[in-house]
């Protein structure tokens, strides 16, 4: 019986974080690579999310050959979770790494801003926004599908 509670209590955790297309993302506010903060607002029309290494390396090869400001142009902002990387790797390599991107990084230290959205950790989630609520969710596993589709938003 307990273990029947429990599958109910994970199952009915799920559905409660599940986004519909037209509700509100909450707001939230992360800190980037450069320690600049940066909050979700109306006028942002994309948001990149990378739950895992595999998710961010795989915006990393798409926004590689991109010019400074390419996904600012767009309206367009990166999360990445990195609260599964220990404090010490983030703080000496990792995110001195970040500092040369030619884009901006959201860093979700803890876990608090990624976990809201669903999908599957390996791929990099689209979430389409118009006004600060949803459009329409989309994934990414591969970085050349990733270009194309942003390629397809006019700056």
Do not use: N
């Not at 992360?30 to 795989?58: C, F, K, N, P």
């Not at 979700?108 to 949803?134: H, I, M, N, T």
Request: hydrophobic content about 50%; glycine content about 6%.
């Amino acid at each position: 019986m307990r273990v029947f509670a429990g599958i109910v209590l994970a199952l009915a955790s799920f559905w409660a974080q599940a986004l519909e297309v037209g509700e509100r993302l909450a707001p939230w506010t992360l800190l980037d690579q450069h320690e600049r903060a940066y909050s979700l607002s109306e006028e942002t029309r994309i948001l990149l999310v990378a739950r895992s290494m595999d998710g961010a390396r795989l915006v990393e090869a798409a926004l590689k050959t991109r010019p400074q400001g390419y996904l600012e142009a767009r309206r367009a902002a990166f999360v990445a979770d990195i609260s599964r990387m220990p404090s010490l790797i983030a703080r000496l390599f990792a995110i001195p790494a970040m500092r040369d991107y030619p884009y901006r990084v959201l860093l979700d230290r803890d876990a608090r801003v990624a976990s809201r959205y669903p999908g599957d950790p390996a791929k990099v989630l689209w979430l389409d926004l118009e006004q600060g609520k949803l459009r329409a969710m989309h994934e990414f596993g591969d970085a050349g599908a990733l270009v194309s589709a942003l390629e397809r938003v006019a700056p």
